[in-house]
């Protein structure tokens, strides 16, 4: 079966580094994506990788390891805002959307 | 960027009802739109794929009599609750996909039904 897993939740210190893993084992692969969820809206598009490697956007970065099955979203310098739920999801060979649960971030002053 | 606009934002109906929900992509032609559900505290779950002119594709336990998915042009699709309960109260998002070169879906900002 597919099946992407990320931690469930995790909380981090404002002004802090967090990063968040992915693990997935999918039918084929043609890109992963990270999204941001805040509460009771829909997700936005934080990044794509689809080649091995890190991509970085400002205080996001996205990382990516096709043989390891692995991606890990950092977020650098971290704000209240950040405080929302990070899905990791995966296009697969049918190039459908396998959603991860979502991991929610707690960030504290 | 691509906009995806969603209608209404919430309703609140009652029991034995049907309720409409529009998904439109607003600066593009999507080929291909999402209908997903999100339960409180839970993931998104996808609930049909649809693509224009054609009929939606439903997962695995989704009622496709009951949730009625028509994509009548490449900027609209609608989904219909129909007799719609308690059970089916939730957060409905729809995500458009137009012909990006890494195929990104493009979220509305989704409907939250309620329903007495």
């Known amino acids: 079966g597919q099946n992407i897993d990320q931690p469930t939740e995790m909380t981090a210190t404002e002004g802090a580094i967090v990063q968040i893993n992915c693990t997935y084992q999918?039918?084929?692969?043609?890109?992963l994506f990270w999204y941001q969820q805040h509460a009771g809206e829909a997700p936005t598009f934080l990044s794509y990788n689809v080649l091995d490697g890190l991509e970085e956007k400002g205080r996001f970065s996205s990382f990516l390891s096709r043989s390891k099955g692995y991606s890990y979203l950092l977020l650098k310098e971290l704000q209240m805002k950040d405080s929302a739920s990070y899905l990791c999801a995966v296009l697969d060979s049918n190039y459908q959307l396998i959603w991860g649960a979502g991991t929610k971030l707690i960030i504290k002053p | 960027g691509a906009v995806v606009s969603q209608h209404p934002s919430w309703v609140i109906c009652k029991s034995g009802t049907s309720v409409k929900i529009e998904c439109r992509s607003l600066?593009?032609?999507?080929?291909?739109m999402f209908w997903y559900r999100q339960f409180p505290k839970q993931s998104l779950m996808l609930m049909a794929t649809s693509n224009e002119g054609s009929k939606a594709t439903y997962e695995q336990g989704v009622e496709k009599d009951k949730f009625l998915i028509n994509h009548a042009s490449l900027t609209l699709s609608t989904l219909t609750v129909t007799s719609a309960h308690p059970e089916d109260s939730s957060f409905y998002i729809c995500?458009?996909?137009?012909?990006?070169?890494?195929?990104?879906?493009?979220f509305g900002p989704g409907t939250r039904l309620t329903v007495l």
């Open positions: 600066d593009f032609q999507a080929t291909t």
């Open positions: 999918t039918s084929g692969f043609n890109g």
């Open positions: 995500s458009a996909r137009g012909d990006s070169d890494y195929n990104e879906q493009f």
